[in-house]
């Protein structure tokens, strides 16, 4: 599906930023793990960000894929690195609301002894990033995590 502003699929960018849209499956996890680890190795960011930004995104893409089904279009992952951040966005075109900043704190003690599957994932992409932003605009969700680099 073509999306306005955004690159024409696959990748787009230079070395500090890349642009590229997967497929609405699980099956593109696969693809989104090899992007994030070019853009890792690309950009000489050091290994410690690659294992929690892998998870956030699995997360973040997983949760599109259970609780945003009609959607059709592709979902858009943005890489960009500047002096002292790794910055990730998640574009979810056609989309209902579902902002993950106002996501309930999780009791994790009592969480644990409910025996319940399910529910901490957004409280660990919390744990594992320094920011996280939502913003809703004409129907594209987007998700942007921050994480701090090191010197």
Same mark, same amino acid.
């Not at 998870?55 to 943005?78: A, H, P």
């Given at each position: 599906?073509?999306?306005?502003?955004?690159?024409?699929?696959?990748?787009?960018?230079?070395?500090?930023?890349?642009?590229?849209?997967?497929?609405?499956?699980? @099956?593109?996890?696969?693809?989104?793990?090899?992007?994030?680890?070019?853009?890792?190795?690309?950009?000489? %960011?050091? &290994? $410690?960000?690659?294992?929690?930004?892998?998870?956030?995104?699995?997360?973040?893409?997983?949760? %599109?894929?259970?609780?945003?089904?009609?959607?059709? $279009?592709? =979902? @858009? +992952?943005?890489?960009?690195?500047? &002096?002292?951040?790794? %910055?990730?966005?998640? /574009?979810?075109?056609?989309?209902?609301?579902?902002? =993950?900043?106002? @996501?309930?704190?999780? &009791?994790?003690?009592?969480?644990?002894?409910? /025996?319940?599957?399910?529910?901490?994932? %957004?409280? +660990?992409?919390?744990?594992?990033?320094? @920011?996280?932003?939502?913003?809703?605009?004409?129907?594209?969700?987007? =998700?942007?995590? =921050?994480?701090?680099?090191?010197?």
């Amino acid at each position: 599906m073509y999306h306005p502003n955004m690159p024409e699929n696959n990748m787009e960018g230079e070395p500090g930023h890349m642009v590229k849209e997967f497929p609405r499956d699980i @099956s593109s996890l696969e693809n989104i793990f090899s992007f994030v680890e070019q853009f890792v190795a690309t950009n000489q %960011i050091q &290994d $410690s960000v690659l294992y929690p930004v892998q998870l956030v995104v699995e997360e973040l893409f997983t949760n %599109i894929l259970k609780y945003q089904r009609g959607g059709e $279009s592709n =979902i @858009s +992952l943005d890489l960009e690195k500047t &002096d002292k951040k790794f %910055i990730m966005r998640m /574009k979810d075109f056609d989309a209902e609301p579902f902002d =993950i900043t106002k @996501s309930r704190e999780v &009791d994790t003690a009592a969480y644990i002894q409910q /025996k319940k599957p399910g529910g901490l994932g %957004i409280h +660990l992409v919390k744990q594992l990033v320094d @920011s996280i932003e939502y913003e809703y605009n004409n129907r594209i969700s987007t =998700i942007t995590i =921050i994480k701090h680099l090191e010197r």
